[in-house]
């Protein structure tokens, strides 16, 4: 049984605390740049979240990945606040990362726009190529 406690707590610990003692070069060298390349660095899109008129532009920089989101966007999910970088995970999911490496949004290519988002779950966001 203790060894069954020690394989839970070592887990949690490389996924769970790992992230949050990193730097923010740490995190900024952590983006995983083999994914970045399949969509266009550079690209902007319009965020809007579902209920709401307005929306704000992000635009994915290619230098070390940064993320530039218009100021206005943290009104629309608080969450933005946070988002420093972006990375395109394998499964072809667009990643907000904050400076400690958490993803702050994840979004999946979407049925009718660019993507989706699935975390946060509320609100639920879409990003639309400009």
Known sequence: MKLAYLAVAAALGAFGAGPALMTPDEAASNVDGRHTSAITAGASYQLKVVGLERGCAVTLRKEQSRLHIAPGCSSLSGQLADARFWQKDANGDLLFISDDGRTVAQF?????????SVK???PIMMLDEL
């Open 108 to 116: 999946f290519p979407g049925d009718g726009v660019a993507y989706e």
């Open 120 to 122: 946060p779950v509320t």
